[in-house]
């Protein structure tokens, strides 16, 4: 079954502490996982972000917030236990547990007041896609958007400038990611070869221990590069004794082309729009920090007492 959201996940917490005993709360999460019969991948499914895992972090949540309306306590660090309103809303029998009903309690309340006065606008909508996840997730996924956004920016930009900007555009970017020493070294390879199918070269490392040869095509949106594309490229590259070559494209490759492996002992990387547009944003090329925010958790090893 899908991972639960968080809402999902509060009355089965809640009954898992109904017999009034302090809980670990990592065996919790562990019992959860069981009841929802999540597999393994299931639990090993991270946040976009990549910095929690998705059950844990609505379980995690699922608690806070029924903390926050009472029902639940933490007499000590890394213990959950039932309140006495929490068994009275269990005795009461209820379909389901969520924000919806949470907010009959003040503390529950003045919770959201919180929220909203922090953020500035008001909570989601009930019932949204959006008051189904946690906070972290809405963060996630809103980052998501305004990347994939500005993606298809930097892609459309691209597609319009010069080829030989392109070229030096795809150098600079190896360079950050780690290649070729510094652009002036890597610059040099610009244009030498004269060779169809090869655009340039780039060390391998700051040594030039290696050396690896660039295709680069500023294609549109639609010209799809094919298998004959990287045949060509290919055999550029046995043309000058080289075994390694990265071709990257503006637009997207070819169902072949993505299957195609040469024979010989050459390898060549694949780089599309959208891995280029990608790449570009993690390396901060052609992208400026507009804002950037941190999360912050409670630190548990300030407050513990020795």
Known sequence: MPIPDYQTIMLPLLKLLADGKEYVFKNVIQKLSIQFELTE?????????GQSFIFDNRVGWART????AGLLASPKRGMIVI?????????????????????QFPEFLE??????????????????QAEKQTPEEVIDDAYQNIRQSLALELIDTIRGISPAFFERLVVELLVKMGYGGSIKDAGKAIGKTGDEGIDGTIK????????????????????????PELHKFVGALAGQGAKKGIFITTSSFSKDALNYSPKNETKIVLIDGVQLAQLMIDHNLGVSLQRSYEIK???NDYFEES
Request: proline share 5%; charged share 30%; hydrophobic share 35%.
């Open 65 to 68: 917030y029924l903390k926050k």
């Open 111 to 128: 919770f959201q007041n919180l929220k909203r006065e922090n953020t500035g606008s008001a909570l989601p909508i009930e019932n949204s």
């Open 83 to 103: 309140t006495p309103r929490g068994i009275d809303i269990l005795s009461k029998n209820p379909a389901k547990i969520d924000n919806t009903l949470l907010k």
């Open 297 to 299: 958790r409670l630190d």
């Open 204 to 227: 391998e490392d700051k040594l030039g221990l290696d050396i690896i040869y660039i295709q680069a095509k500023r294609w549109q949106a639609g010209n799809i590069v094919g298998r």
């Open 41 to 49: 991948d299931d639990l090993n499914q991270l946040l976009p972000s």
